[in-house]
């Protein structure tokens, strides 16, 4: 699990995608970077512990 995209979750409360691949330093056209983000989001909802709103954005619920 990417620390730093748990640190900037926690901090922010809720997030754009798109916001959230920046403040990581991520280029959305890197699909072979934001794959993984996004699977780690996946397993993080799994868990319980973000949302995704209908928006798009991604809310930390912890």
Avoid: C, H
Avoid at 42 to 54: D, H, I, N, R
């Amino acid at each position: 699990m990417n620390e730093d995209l748990i640190n900037i979750l926690k901090a922010r409360g809720k997030i754009e995608s798109g916001r959230l691949l920046e403040e990581l330093g991520i280029d959305p056209r890197e699909t072979d970077l934001t794959k993984p983000i996004y699977k780690q989001l996946e397993s993080l909802q799994v868990f319980g512990a973000v949302e995704q709103e209908k928006s798009g954005a991604w809310a930390w619920l912890w």
